[in-house]
């Protein structure tokens, strides 16, 4: 394992709150000390932390009948100030330096917002601060909120071209069921195909938060298909990062693809970013995929659907519906339109900004 590794690391909910639902303040000062161990290896660690909503929720009681919008809003809020506080006061006792890095979905589909939020966060990976990374919460909406942190973890991993994603939850990993009984077994490492797998995960959620297994599994696979190491363990258990350290940890661990490079990245998360569609012919098709990397050109489109301007996120369609990948917009869909089947054209998709989803 190299020292000069970047490793995101994943707090659950479920994490860093007691069974009372109160904040586990001794987990997080436990979780601290061992990022800390990580550290002094010459490793860089982001954190992306859950557990500012259950800490504004212990303390702001609100009436039933309010919106549960609002609520969210209003626990994320005063939560959010409540946790970093926390994390603050035991970085500090320890000489670490720290800073908050709010984001929303909106920033990871605008490549601009993208590249600015990229660059902070290297930047603060260089002067040795750990970015504490969460979801701008009081500013979201349902449909623009991500998934769970496990989204954004993953999202986060993508952008920094981390080595490894660790997922702290409250079990060790993946199990073929309930990991609560007896028989079930721990599946330690991951490579069969997704309909395997999912048919051993419960989709139940936990109690402070929005996702479960389902969607760390989810998560876990594409960033494994980037070629990013994924690791689900229990941060439950102490001594977990460590154990890590030093490759004796109980996990499910995902093996990796080979490396994208970092504008494919950015694209194989966006497709719940998209902002238009590019349907195209069968000759197009086969250009795509095969074996020779091409671009995709105006000649190939037969249908542009929605509005997007150059450098957004496009869906590739092909005759039959079918999804065929992503890109980034050469040029508007209004210009796009006007070169719709026509030759000598640049493309409207050059390969460094196109994904596939089956052949990349």
Known sequence: MSSQQTLVIKIGSNVLT???????????????????????????????????????????????????ILKKQIWAATGQVRLIQEYQHLFQAKNQGIAQV???KEDFRDRKHYLNMKNCVEALLQQDIIPIVNENDTVTITELMFTDNDELASLTAAMINAD????????????????????????????????????????????FGRG?????????KKSADLGIEVIIT???????????LNNRLRCTRFETKKKKQASKKWLAHGSDYFKGEVFINEGAKKSLTSTVIRSLLPIGV?????????????????????????????????????????????????????????HD
């Open 302 to 358: 037969t249908q542009i659907k929605g509005e997007f301007e150059k450098g957004d996120i496009i869906l590739i369609r092909d005759e039959s519906n079918e999804k065929i990948g992503l890109g980034k917009a050469a040029y508007s869909s209004k210009s796009a339109n006007e070169k719709i089947g026509l030759k000598n054209q640049k493309p409207i998709i050059h390969y460094d900004y196109l994904y596939l989803f089956d």
């Open 18 to 68: 007691q069974s009372n639902g109160l904040p586990d303040l001794s987990r997080m000062e436990h979780l601290t000390g061992q990022i800390m161990a990580l550290r002094k290896t010459g490793k860089k660690v982001v954190l992306v932390s859950s557990g500012a909503v259950a800490f504004g929720k212990q303390h702001n009681p609100l009436p039933e009948k309010l919106n549960p």
């Open 102 to 104: 709010l984001v929303t």
């Open 164 to 207: 490894s994603l660790l997922i702290l939850s409250n079990v060790d990993g993946i199990f073929t069921g309930n990991p609560e009984d007896p028989s079930s077994e721990l599946i330690e490492s991951v490579n069969a195909s997704v309909a395997e797998i999912s048919n051993y995960i419960t989709a139940s959620k936990s109690s």
């Open 234 to 244: 229990n941060g439950k258990k102490d001594g977990c990062l460590t154990d890590f």
């Open 212 to 220: 479960g297994m389902l969607t760390k599994f989810a998560m876990a």
